[in-house]
């Protein structure tokens, strides 16, 4: 089985800057696309930034040109980088990656969830 286990969030206050990392665990054989969504109260999740194993990237429109998505392919880990938080940047932000496991069965994974807090 596959664990993704998040971290990184808190307060951050407008134009502030916050990293968040993701690192999968257990028994792995390969992760192939990760994301990062968010879901902020009273709405549904939705996809924030994507990232290829071989590193192709893209990003919703409402945070293109503020927030980063890169991997470490070697350390399974996932971080984004975002930059010129706003208020509306707020919610809990989901790690999630699809791939095989050890014993080579596909799955579709997602961490618990880490809270993103900007104030205004």
């Known amino acids: 089985q596959v664990q993704l286990v998040e971290s990184g969030g808190g307060l951050v206050q407008a134009g502030g800057s916050l990293r968040l990392s993701c690192a999968a665990s257990g028994s792995i054989f390969r992760i192939n696309a990760m994301r990062w969504y968010r879901q902020a109260p009273g709405k549904q999740r939705e996809l924030v930034a994507a990232?290829?194993?071989?590193?192709?990237?893209n990003y919703a429109d409402s945070v293109k040109d503020r927030f980063s998505i890169s991997r470490d392919n070697a350390k399974n880990t996932v971080y984004l980088q975002m930059n010129s938080l706003k208020p509306e940047d707020t919610g809990v932000y989901y790690c999630?990656?699809?791939?095989?496991?050890?014993?080579?069965?596909?799955?579709?994974?997602w961490g618990q969830g880490t809270q993103v807090t900007v104030s205004s």
């Open positions: 999630n990656a699809d791939g095989h496991s050890g014993s080579l069965s596909w799955g579709d994974y």
């Open positions: 990232i290829t194993s071989s590193g192709y990237t």
